[in-house]
């Protein structure tokens, strides 16, 4: 058998391919609109339905109350009841400034009344007047007066006086504690019996108050010559604040 060349099969599929990718077309999309339609009812509005109405028996009273009795207890008492009277009494501003008590207060105020505290003629029956007074010693709080263990002093002061006549120094001690401190001031035992101190005890001012002064005073009582004696300024509390002075005087 003769078979036809294979060549020519292949080219003739090829030129159909060619005509129909050729004849091919796009065909357009198409767009459909549907509506949903909904049947609703008008409803049944009546004006002036009823208007007409009446109750039983004709009348107006709508709400049928008028077969109704009140029950209630009424918000008020007998005109001749005590309360009643009371409450006649009361005024609109009553109790507008609270529960202080000064509208009562105003009201004194405003109308007569005594001055009188209420204190009148209480001391006339000679009562019993108790005053405090803290009792300062030295003696009972056991203070000794003597130098410290260094046998240092604070300030060395010296004055002239009259030897008849004697003189005296003033010392003032500056407040260091913060409380009101209670002090003693006093010669050491070896000192001068011509000297002497005033005051002898009480309490010193707070921290940066006004010093405690006190009078040194010497008598020589005729006597010529040095005297010398040693001033204890102790403070019983505050021991470490304590001051000495070493005094020294020219009796002539």
Request: hydrophobic share 30%; aromatic share 10%.
């Amino acid at each position: 058998k003769n078979k036809p060349p294979r060549p020519m099969i292949t080219t003739l599929l090829s030129i159909e391919l060619s005509a129909v990718a050729f004849n091919f077309r796009v065909l357009p999309v198409r767009r459909h609109d549907y509506a949903v339609q909904m049947q609703v009812e008008q409803p049944d509005v009546r004006f002036g339905e009823g208007s007409g109405w009446k109750p039983q028996g004709g009348g107006g009273d709508a709400h049928g109350g008028a077969g109704f009795q009140a029950t209630d207890t009424p918000d008020f008492f007998d005109e001749n009841d005590e309360y009643s009277k009371q409450a006649a009494n009361l005024n609109v501003m009553d109790g507008v400034m609270g529960s202080t008590g000064l509208d009562k207060l105003n009201e004194m105020q405003r109308g007569p009344r005594s001055n009188d505290p209420g204190v009148a003629g209480a001391l006339d029956v000679n009562p019993d007047v108790y005053v405090y007074e803290e009792e300062l010693s030295a003696s009972k709080r056991g203070i000794v007066f003597e130098l410290p263990s260094s046998g240092m002093t604070d300030l060395d002061l010296d004055f002239t006086c009259d030897s008849v006549k004697g003189g005296s120094l003033d010392i003032d001690v500056r407040p260091v504690a913060m409380t009101f401190e209670e002090f003693y001031c006093g010669f050491t035992a070896d000192s001068s019996p011509a000297f002497s101190v005033t005051p002898t005890e009480g309490k010193m001012e707070r921290r940066n108050g006004p010093p405690t002064t006190v009078t040194v005073s010497c008598k020589p009582q005729g006597k010529g010559g040095t005297f010398v004696g040693y001033l204890c300024f102790i403070l019983p509390e505050e021991k470490a604040f304590s001051t000495y002075y070493k005094i020294t005087v020219d009796s002539r």
